[in-house]
């Protein structure tokens, strides 16, 4: 299995238009790599203020994701 570090700060605001039909997220990893992938993976790390935090993401040899894992 694959992982990938990135650093998330989606305000809630942000989180109202991903209500709204903006379906993505864009992010750097930690080791300078871009990606993309679903808002949708991230959901049950919704605070009051948005989503914050270091997420572990986990993809299989095809790029499907696998699993999310909050590191920090």
Known sequence: MNTIDVDIHISSDELQCAYEGVGTVFAHSLD?????????????????????????????????????????
Request: aromatic letters at 14%.
């Open 32 to 72: 300078g790599r871009s990606m993309r992938f679903p808002i949708k993976i991230l959901w049950q790390f919704i605070g009051h203020d948005g989503i914050h935090g270091r997420f572990r993401i986990e993809y299989g040899m095809s790029g499907q994701f696998e699993r999310v894992t909050r590191i920090a």
